[in-house]
């Protein structure tokens, strides 16, 4: 079988554990199985941000702009529901359309930005899309107080039939099935990226983009695929988002924080893989909620402190991690290694170095 | 000189200036299918800059270029790619975080029309094959030595399925035996119909290899022809011994030529030679940066 038909077989069998989840919590934990599930949820929903988020990194476009396009998604079903009564089942949908249409256009803008200066440049893009969206009339997207929208699921409690936790339960399960689908998406797209001739290109243009160019890869077509990709993620989770809040506001849909943890989980999972953002966000949601009800006060320090660490000490993420103790040699995981232009104090291998020491070509005539 | 049919590279009026330096400046030639084409010229003539030129990763200030009689001055480095212009480079760039087969394939699966994943699996092993590195395949690139390194830069480049290979002193800084591995590599790929374009400093390189010779200095184009005449040539004996650089008076030209010519191709040989060992010395002098001594290869 071909490694693309491994990869989507174990896919298939992580969408039917996924599909089983809930009913396997609920039968082990009865009522604790509310606070599981939520948990759950979350890591899903911060594995498909992260997942979204490293499809466009592998290209080596750093992306501050994650918000923007959770945020244009979250808008775009918010204001069709609001103006036109658009059914969600294509609301949604469509605000991975507009984020995905958003992407190319920031994407194309930004072709010849590198690091520092691209992460910027996305950066601002958020917050000039928050912006315009709050300086938009009232009437069609609420200005600075967001408008309200109907959530996906409300489930009626039947007094005598049901338990009051097992509504919240159902409720949750619900949107559970929702984002597990939406992560399926993101592995999906991940996966065949990793498995097509798509990853060599991706990570031609992240370490050599001109020499990439040379041997014939089309760097602006590929950045713009992965832009767009990622968005389109990143659209439907912000819209799916908007529905379970129920209410969406430009603090919110654009928050700064959806882009930090869009980047902080593939880094602290492991950069360029499939199965390190996932990683990641499980061990993060789990930390954070861990954190939380031990300290119910400055959790965030605790959670901080980790992040921290994991970067100084496991340069690769927790994938690099597994990797050092695993049985699989290093040239065997070719779509690792650090970039060294994401995880600060990432530690090369020497001599990853002397290819980015080097001037990228003599053009300065000096043959 | 040999010049039938249309030229498969043909580069007319070329110039570059960054700023106020002219790097190239109106450099014409034309390159011939299955020819071996050497550019050479002091350090800082302007031959890698031609070399980026053709290979688009600068675009000229001035000049046209064209590719089996298409127009390719202002494509893109990937559409002069899929065209046929496959490129080493000087400064061996191999993709880091890759094996030495996953570079090669970035090349076999993107460097013409596109082909299925055993296709381009085919190639890369091809190319792999050609330049004896199938037994590193599976290796990072880091494991390379420089010997390797210039191998694999000749393999991505094959692996694009050129029709004309444009190589930057895939020489420099090898061993004289790893060297003549090279030059037989060289005459390989040429026999099976590429056409090769490269940059040397080695004067013995050249002379076994090149079927022309360009020779350039301070940006501009000093002499084409044989490596017979245009080592004869006084203006590129001048230019490589530094005889009375800035005021070369037309009629100490004259003499010089005169002397060649009384010479025949005696003088002229040795003339060769001297420029050959000067030549030399200079590349060993002046590696900038390029070229790794061997014992510090990896």
């Known amino acids: ?367 | 000189m040999t010049t039938h049919g249309t030229p498969l590279l043909r580069a007319r009026g070329l110039s570059k200036r960054f700023g106020g330096l002219a790097a190239v400046s109106d450099v014409s030639f034309d390159v011939h299918a299955g020819e071996i084409f050497a550019i050479i010229g002091p350090n800082g003539a302007g031959k890698t800059t031609t070399l980026n030129l053709v290979s688009g990763l600068l675009a000229p200030t001035g000049g046209t270029l064209e590719l089996q009689g298409v127009d390719i001055t202002t494509l893109t480095t990937h559409a002069r790619c899929h065209l046929g212009l496959g490129r080493a480079f000087q400064v061996v760039q191999p993709f880091p975080e890759m094996t030495v087969e996953e570079n090669v394939l970035v090349g076999a699966q993107f460097g013409s029309r596109r082909v299925s994943s055993a296709e381009a699996h085919e190639r890369a092993e091809a190319a792999l094959d050609r330049t004896g590195l199938t037994g590193m395949r599976d290796h990072p690139v880091e494991d390379l030595n420089l010997l390797q390194e210039k191998r694999l830069e000749i393999a991505r480049a094959l692996a694009t399925q050129p029709s004309v290979l444009l190589l930057d002193e895939v020489m420099a800084g090898l061993r004289p035996a790893e060297a003549r591995l090279a030059v037989e590599l060289v005459k390989s790929v040429r026999d099976e119909g590429v056409t090769v374009v490269f940059i040397e400093h080695v004067m013995p390189v050249v002379r076994d290899l090149a079927d022309r010779v360009l020779v350039m200095d301070h940006g501009a184009e000093l002499a084409v022809g044989s490596y017979a005449e245009v080592t004869a040539d006084p203006r590129v004996i001048e230019a490589y011994l530094g005889v009375d650089d800035d005021e070369d008076a037309p009629d100490h030209d004259e003499d010089a030529r005169r002397a060649g010519n009384q010479g025949g191709d005696q003088a002229g040989d040795q003339a060769g030679d001297q420029v050959a060992g000067r030549a030399v010395d200079g590349a060993r002098a002046g590696e900038d940066g390029g070229a790794t001594p061997p014992e510090e290869a990896r």
């Not at chain 1, 079988?1 to 039968?27: H, N, Y």
């Not at chain 1, 899309?129 to 009626?156: C, E, H, I, Y």
């Not at chain 1, 077509?221 to 968005?231: G, H, I, T």
């Not at chain 1, 809040?245 to 989980?265: E, I, K, Q, Y």
């Open chain 1, 1 to 367: 079988m071909s490694r693309l038909g491994r990869d989507l077989l174990v896919t298939a069998v992580f969408a039917v554990v996924l599909v089983f989840l809930p009913g396997i919590l609920r039968g082990a934990f009865g009522q604790a199985s509310v606070s599981y599930l939520s948990l759950a949820t979350n890591a899903i929903v911060l594995a498909t941000l992260a997942l979204s988020w490293d499809v466009l990194a592998r290209t080596g476009q750093l992306s501050l702009a994650h918000a923007a396009f959770t945020g244009a998604g979250a808008y775009t079903t918010a204001v069709l529901l609001k103006l036109a009564d658009v059914p969600l089942w294509v609301g949604i949908p469509l605000g991975g359309v507009v984020a995905a249409v958003l992407a190319f256009g920031l994407g194309s803008v930004t072709l010849r930005l590198y690091g520092i200066y691209f992460a910027i440049a996305t950066l601002a893009f958020t917050e000039v899309l928050k912006s315009a969206v709050q300086q938009l009339p009232t009437a069609v997207a609420g200005g600075a107080a967001g408008v309200n929208v109907q959530t996906l699921f409300r489930p009626t409690f039947v007094p005598g039939e049901m338990e009051r936790w097992e509504v919240a339960f159902l409720r949750n399960q619900s949107y559970f099935w929702v984002y597990a689908g939406l992560l399926l998406v993101a592995v999906v797209i991940s996966v065949i990226v990793q498995r097509s001739r798509l990853r060599s290109a991706f990570t031609a243009i992240r370490t050599n983009e001109q020499v990439a160019g040379v041997m014939g890869v089309n760097p602006a077509r590929m950045k713009l695929l992965a832009f767009v990709l990622s968005s389109f993620v990143a659209g439907l989770l912000g819209a799916v988002e908007a529905h379970r809040l129920g209410s969406v506001s430009p603090d919110g849909a654009f928050a700064v924080h959806t882009t930090v943890l869009a980047l902080v989980t593939p880094i602290f999972g492991g950069l360029y893989t499939t199965i390190g953002p996932i990683l990641g966000a499980v061990v993060l949601a789990s930390l954070e909620e861990t954190l939380k009800r031990t300290f119910s006060e400055g959790y965030l320090i605790g959670y901080g402190i980790v992040l921290v660490a994991s970067i100084l000490f496991m340069p690769r993420g927790l994938v690099g991690l597994l990797s050092r103790f695993g049985r699989t040699p290093r040239r065997d995981r070719p779509g690792e290694g650090s970039s060294g232009t994401t995880a600060p104090g990432a530690t090369e291998p020497p001599d990853g170095a002397r290819t980015a020491a080097h001037a990228p070509l003599e053009a300065g005539g000096r043959p």
